[in-house]
T-cell receptor
Framework: DAKTTQPTSMDCAEGRAANLPCNHS???????VYWYRQIHSQGPQYIIH???NNETNEMASLIITEDRKSSTLILPHATLRDTAVYYC????????????FGAGTQVVVTP | NAGVMQNPRHLVRRRGQEARLRCSPM?????VYWYRQLPEEGLKFMVY????????ESGMPKERFSAEFPKEGPSILRIQQVVRGDSAAYFC???FGQGTNSPLHFGNGTRLTVT
C-alpha cells in the first residue's frame, strides 16, 4: 500500500472549516483514499473515501488533486465533538481489509 | 440500524486465563476484521474472516491467538493463557463486501487488561 504523510497536529476554531491535508505521492491508479477518525476511547469512525473524483457526504468533503498525489479532508463547520485523531489511508485492491493506520493528525477544535 | 457490536466493553483477566472477545457485524455484512491497538501505539490488523473461513491471518500472533466466524453467531477472538503484553484495545470491523470500495465500519472495542 502507498504510504501517507499527515501533519502531526492542528488546531481549528469552532465553527470554522477544518482542512486536513494528506500526501500520498506513491499512490497507484487503483488505490482508494480513505479517511477515518478516532475519538478518544472509541473505535475508528469511517468518514469518507474516494478514488479520483471529489466526494461529499453528511460528515465531510474529500478533495483529491488531479494527479492523485495528495488530498484534503474538509470538515465544513468544526465542532468540539470533532476533536479526534484523523487518519488518511490508501487502500489497495489486494489488501483486503488490511488498513495501514499511521500516526494520523491530532485535531483539536477550540471554542 | 445497529453498528458493529462488541462485548464485553472491558475485560480483566489474570495471567494464564483465557479471554474471549465477541463481535457482531453490522446487519448484512459478512466480512469481519480484527485489529489491536496497544497502549500508545497505532491500530494493527490481525485477521480477516468471512463466514466459516479465515481469509488472512497474517497479523495474528503465531501462538495463543485464534479467531472464528461461525455460520451462526458472532465472531470470536480467543486469547489463551493471556500475558501482560496482551493488554490492549481490540477492535472489530465489518464490511458489506471485500472490495476496496466497501468501507470497514468499526465497533467501540474491547479493552483487555491482564493483571
Amino acid at each position: 500500500d502507498a504510504k501517507t504523510t499527515q501533519p502531526t497536529s492542528m488546531d481549528c476554531a469552532e465553527g470554522r472549516a477544518a482542512n486536513l491535508p494528506c500526501n500520498h505521492s506513491t499512490i497507484s491508479g487503483n488505490e482508494y483514499v480513505y479517511w477515518y477518525r478516532q475519538i478518544h476511547s472509541q473505535g475508528p469512525q469511517y468518514i469518507i473515501h474516494g478514488l479520483k473524483n471529489n466526494e461529499t457526504n453528511e460528515m465531510a468533503s474529500l478533495i483529491i488533486t488531479e494527479d492523485r498525489k495528495s488530498s484534503t479532508l474538509i470538515l465544513p463547520h468544526a465542532t468540539l465533538r470533532d476533536t479526534a485523531v484523523y487518519y488518511c489511508i490508501v487502500r489497495s485492491t489486494d489488501s483486503w481489509g488490511k488498513l495501514q493506520f499511521g500516526a494520523g493528525t491530532q485535531v483539536v477544535v477550540t471554542p | 440500524n445497529a453498528g458493529v457490536m462488541q462485548n464485553p466493553r472491558h475485560l480483566v483477566r489474570r495471567r494464564g486465563q483465557e479471554a474471549r472477545l465477541r463481535c457482531s457485524p453490522m446487519k448484512g455484512h459478512s466480512h469481519v476484521y480484527w485489529y489491536r491497538q496497544l497502549p500508545e501505539e497505532g491500530l494493527k490488523f490481525m485477521v480477516y474472516l468471512q463466514k466459516e473461513n479465515i481469509i488472512d491471518e497474517s497479523g495474528m500472533p503465531k501462538e495463543r491467538f485464534s479467531a472464528e466466524f461461525p455460520k451462526e453467531g458472532p465472531s470470536i477472538l480467543r486469547i489463551q493463557q493471556v500475558v501482560r503484553g496482551d493488554s490492549a484495545a481490540y477492535f472489530c470491523a465489518s464490511s458489506f463486501g471485500q472490495g476496496t470500495n466497501s468501507p470497514l465500519h468499526f465497533g467501540n472495542g474491547t479493552r483487555l487488561t491482564v493483571t
